[in-house]
């Protein structure tokens, strides 16, 4: 069965300074990976897909397959960050979209 | 205004009650899902539909009951069989299959049960 893992449940950094959010996960086939966050009072929505290679606000992430990762990065953090991020991964036949645990982000002034 | 709207918001239950959660959607997206959302647990899937008049059992279906009866609506009746029904529910849908594209999710229903 698949699974996602973010080892991270809160994660705090200063304004300005880089972030990564890790996220490893399980699966025997083909995965595709997204990570979805979650603003304060706003639905969860995607933030970016693997299989489109975008950076959206800054971010980006890369799957690494030997590693089982699709960590979550950017370079110089902003305060409206702040938010749950959560990733996600896909299963070959499209059906189900499994969740990782969650990791809240707050960027500090 | 587009998109997946669930209702209530706040949802209060005497236990051994059912209750029934709503989501409807105007998207015209052919998939709908129902998540639980637990404090460091992330989101758990509870029931899934492809297609109007079928669905398929999630991680977490037991005490759970769905029907897809019409292709916006798909709601959610958590039993009395649930041991541990409070928690934050999210119901989502997507047009195709979630490999090529994106869930979009509703804002949530707070089940409480006193």
């Known amino acids: 069965a698949q699974r996602v893992t973010q080892p991270e449940k809160l994660l705090s950094v200063f304004k300005g300074a880089p972030v990564e959010l890790k996220c490893n996960y399980s699966?025997?086939?083909?995965?595709?990976l997204f990570w979805y966050v979650q603003y304060s009072r706003q639905r969860l929505q995607l933030l970016l897909r693997?299989?489109s290679r975008e950076s959206i606000k800054g971010f980006t992430a890369d799957l690494n397959k030997g590693e089982t990762s699709f960590h979550l990065k950017k370079p110089f953090a902003q305060e409206e960050d702040s938010a749950m991020y959560y990733c996600?991964?896909?299963?070959?036949?499209?059906?189900?979209?499994?969740f990782g645990e969650g990791t809240q982000l707050t960027v500090n002034p | 205004d587009g998109g997946i709207t669930q209702s209530p918001k706040y949802l209060f239950r005497k236990e051994g009650q059912n209750v029934t959660l709503s989501c409807e959607q105007n998207l015209n997206h052919d998939a709908m899902y129902w998540y639980r959302q637990d404090p460091g647990q992330g989101l758990r899937l509870i029931y899934y539909s492809q297609i109007v008049n079928d669905f398929q059992k999630g991680d977490i279906a037991e005490g759970y009951s769905v029907s897809r009866e019409k292709k916006e609506s798909f709601p959610l009746t958590v039993t009395s069989a649930q041991k541990n029904p409070t928690a934050f529910y999210l119901c989502?849908?997507?047009?195709?299959?979630?490999?090529?594209?994106?869930?979009?999710f509703g804002q949530g229903t707070r089940l409480t049960v006193v």
């Open positions: 989502a849908s997507s047009i195709g299959q979630l490999m090529n594209t994106e869930a979009f």
């Open positions: 693997h299989i």
């Open positions: 996600a991964l896909a299963e070959w036949s499209g059906s189900r979209l499994t």
């Open positions: 699966y025997s086939g083909s995965p595709e």
